[in-house]
């Protein structure tokens, strides 16, 4: 997301890449956060931003696109559209039905990280994942989907066409 809020502030625009609890740092500290926590961050954020601005937009990449369809139903009109690149909506596998009970047994599992299929492109992120904060993230998930009939915004949907940590077969070239 860092590219582009630099491109837009670049451009004269006020913008806000808020750092989540947990994020940007090392997987132990993830562990400790719950999304009540990253969505805190993102609504203190919002919130800031409303003082200074006019219009917000909020734009948002895979759970960050969650983050951001929970603000839009949340603030309504405070939120004047979204752009949300692959919004993550719900935790995939057999073994999300265990992660109850799972979590509390298996500390972590292996991370997703640098998962651009584009060549000569690198992204951060965690070797592991705490189950704890994946259990947190699907009921974060269910929760937007309740709340998602609130969503009224204008939307801009962007989808990768090929992703690397879908367990499905891709054929080369798409």
Known sequence: MRPWAEYLAGHGLSVSVPLLPGHGTRWQDMRITTWHDWYAEVDRALRELRERCGTVFVFGLSMGGALALRLAARHGDAVRGLVLVNPGNKVHGVAAHALPVVRHLVPTTKGVADDIAKEGVTEGGYDRVPLHSAHSLRQFFRTVDR???QVTQPLVLL?????????RPTRRGS
Do not use: V
């Open 159 to 167: 989808h990768s066409p090929r992703t690397t940590w879908c367990r």
């Open 147 to 149: 709340e998602l009939p």
